[in-house]
């Protein structure tokens, strides 16, 4: 790759290395500083509104704008969050950092980062290195992701075996995860302006967000991964934590170890998937992967041990992720080249519009004992509806290097 996909490389792990780091103990953090279940639900569900309503401005001007310039600004998102989160308790001001800022409860990508890198990508590769090339990219962020979870969790052990309130050592990890965004900010501003949205001729696009022949390809997409990431958000990270915690008493530092090992599997099972796509198909990869990890979703809260319940989550992400670089390979396939940020803009505000909407059913469930397995449940049973529905919806829709093998 150039200079510039590299560069990319290097801001995914930055970026994925501070969600990971954040995740393990944000809901922990909030439970400490005096926030019930409904108002932590409550709370990730506006940061992720919020998160969805700047990303859609922000990338859909990216092109006219700057790309540069749109990926610097949520860099500064990024920090304005952080600091806020550290400084203050205060109900109304979290919101505000919630909702204007950039965090991820998940830690799992959110913001406007992910469509304009896609892009970008898609821009500085050949065509038939596009799907090899997400996956490295999936791959290099769940690794970041582990090591930050891994680090996230361990920090707040280290501090608390030295003395520290536990309050005190999740915001250290809050202020960590400010100062990443300092450093995002200053890669982004390495790129060069060969990433920038490729000239039209002069010819504006036209049509509503940037999207004109692939509009209807595009939108049926998004509502399908609206209903996958709607799933997925009611069993974000965070979420996955403070279950694990409530129901096995297990400490920050071995949640951290946990995902660690989780977000490795994700990330190998991310690599697989271009491997297997080149045989079967993009579709096929997708779905065929995505239903048995959505079975051993719905296991994991009827494990009656937590060896049992670590040995199913990890079997879980061993292959969850097969579908995410093909989806996002699929996506800049079927559509016309010069509407790839706009197609990778909406479908990413869709899933992100999907899962603001879950954790503030997820987190009161979590606080009731009897009611804690099912959001499991219930985004396991959504996400094989999403699968089954992607299969029948696009299987006879191929991009154009499937259509050249056949």
């Known amino acids: 790759m150039t200079r510039d996909g590299y560069l990319l490389f290097g801001t995914r792990v930055a970026r994925m290395f501070a969600y990971g780091f954040l995740s393990v103990v944000l809901a922990l953090y909030l439970d400490q500083a005096g926030l019930s279940e409904a108002q932590i639900g409550l709370l990730l ?137 300092v450093i995002l900010g200053l890669l982004f501003s390495r790129l060069s302006p060969h990433i920038e949205a490729l000239s039209t001729g002069g010819q504006p696009v036209a049509g509503r967000l940037g999207l004109h022949q692939s509009r209807r390809v595009v939108f049926k997409l998004a509502a399908l991964f609206s209903l996958d990431a709607f799933a997925g958000g009611l069993v974000v990270q965070t979420f996955f934590a403070y279950w694990f915690h409530s129901r096995f008493g297990v400490e920050p530092g071995v949640l951290g170890a946990i995902f660690f090992g989780a977000n490795i599997l994700a990330g190998i099972s991310a690599l697989s998937a271009a491997r297997i796509a080149s045989k079967i198909g993009l579709i096929n990869t997708m779905v065929f992967t995505h239903i048995p990890s959505n079975v051993l979703l719905m296991l994991v809260p009827l494990m009656p041990t937590l060896a049992l319940a670590v040995v199913a989550l990890l079997l879980r992400f061993s292959i969850s992720q097969m579908d995410v670089p093909t989806r996002q390979s699929y996506t800049m396939a079927v559509v016309a080249p010069d509407e790839r940020s706009a197609a990778a803009g909406v479908t990413g505000i869709a899933r992100t519009i999907g899962a603001s909407l879950s954790p503030v059913i997820a987190g009161p469930l979590l606080g009731i004992t009897a009611l804690a397995s099912v959001p499991f449940v219930l985004a396991g049973g959504l996400k094989i509806v999403y699968d089954l529905l992607l299969y029948r919806s696009f299987i006879g829709i191929k991009p154009p290097e499937e259509m050249l093998r056949t």
């Open 45 to 181: 569900t506006l940061t992720l509104i919020g998160d969805t309503a700047i990303s859609l401005w922000i990338t859909t001007n990216a092109d006219r704008i700057g790309r540069r310039r749109m990926l610097i600004a949520g860099a500064g998102l990024m920090l304005f969050a952080g600091v806020l989160f550290a400084l203050t308790h205060h109900f109304i001001l979290l919101l505000l950092a919630a909702t204007i800022g950039v965090i991820s409860p998940s830690g799992y990508e959110v913001g406007p980062f992910l469509p304009i890198e896609q892009a970008s990508l898609t821009q500085l590769v050949p065509g038939e290195r596009r799907t090899q090339v997400f996956a490295w990219y999936n791959l290099v962020g769940s690794f970041a992701t582990a090591a930050g979870a891994l680090c996230g969790g361990g920090l707040a052990q280290l501090l608390q075996g030295a003395g520290v309130t536990a309050l005190d050592s999740y915001r250290a990890v809050v202020v960590g995860y400010a100062a990443m965004g």
